[in-house]
T-cell receptor
C-alpha cells in the first residue's frame, strides 16, 4: 500500500523562527491534507492541497504531485503553533496518515 | 453550520466487552470515516461509509464494524475488546460530491482495562 513519510519527526524552535515540514508519499494520490493536532486531540484543517500552492496567514503549503511530496511552511512561529502536524493522503477510498512532526516552539 | 460531533467523550471498558461509538457528520456531508489513534502515533484508517455502505477499509479485523444511517450519522462497534484497542477514536466527514476534504470530530478516548 501507499507509504507516507513525514520529516523531521521532531522540531524545536525559538519563537519567531521559520520552519519547513515535509511529507513524501510513495504513489499518486487523489487528495492531500495538512492538519494540526492540538493537545486535546482535535485535528484542525490547515490545507486541502492535492497540488499547487496555498497560503493562509503565516502558513503556506506546496504540493508537487508529480514528485510526490508536499511542504508546509510556518513563518514567524508562535508558541500556539506547538503540537503535532500531520499530512494525510487519499487513494482508492483509503486515507493514510503520516506519523507526524512534533513541533515545540519555545518562548 | 454544525461541525462533526462524537459521543461519548471518554469511555472505560473491560477486556472482552463490546463498545459503540457515535458520530454525527457535518451538515451537508454524506461520507463518514473512522480512525484509531494510539498514543504517539498517527491516525490509522479503520473504514469509510458512503450511502450507508462500507466503501473502503483499512487493516482492521472484522470485530471492528460500523453503520451509517440515512441522516449520514454513523456508529463504530468494536466487539471482544482487547487492551490494545485503547486509543483515541476519530470520526471525519466530507461531501463526496464536492471535495475530498475531510473534517474531524473531537474524538472519543477509549480505555480498555
Amino acid at each position: 500500500g501507499i507509504q507516507v513519510e513525514q520529516s523531521p519527526p521532531d522540531l524545536i524552535l525559538q519563537e519567531g523562527a521559520n520552519s519547513t515540514l515535509r511529507c513524501n508519499f510513495s504513489d499518486s494520490v487523489n487528495n492531500l491534507q495538512w492538519f494540526h493536532q492540538n493537545p486535546w486531540g482535535q485535528l484542525i484543517n490547515l490545507f486541502y492541497i492535492p497540488s499547487g500552492t496555498k497560503q493562509n496567514g503565516r502558513l503556506s503549503a506546496t504540493t508537487v504531485a508529480t514528485e510526490r511530496y508536499s511542504l508546509l511552511y510556518i513563518s514567524s512561529s508562535q508558541t500556539t503553533d506547538s503540537g503535532v502536524y500531520f499530512c494525510a493522503v487519499d487513494r482508492d477510498d483509503k486515507i493514510i496518515f503520516g506519523k507526524g512532526t512534533r513541533l515545540h516552539i519555545l518562548p | 453550520e454544525t461541525g462533526v460531533t462524537q459521543s461519548p467523550t471518554h469511555l472505560i471498558k473491560t477486556r472482552g466487552q463490546q463498545v459503540t461509538l457515535r458520530c454525527s457528520s457535518q451538515s451537508g456531508h454524506n461520507t463518514v470515516s473512522w480512525y484509531q489513534q494510539a498514543l504517539g502515533q498517527g491516525p490509522q484508517f479503520i473504514f469509510q461509509y458512503y450511502r450507508e455502505e462500507e466503501n473502503g477499509r483499512g487493516n482492521f479485523p472484522p470485530r471492528f464494524s460500523g453503520l451509517q444511517f440515512p441522516n449520514y450519522s454513523s456508529e463504530l462497534n468494536v466487539n471482544a475488546l482487547e487492551l490494545d484497542d485503547s486509543a483515541l477514536y476519530l470520526c471525519a466527514s466530507r461531501n463526496s460530491g464536492k471535495s475530498y476534504e475531510q473534517y474531524f470530530g473531537p474524538g472519543t478516548r477509549l480505555t480498555v482495562t
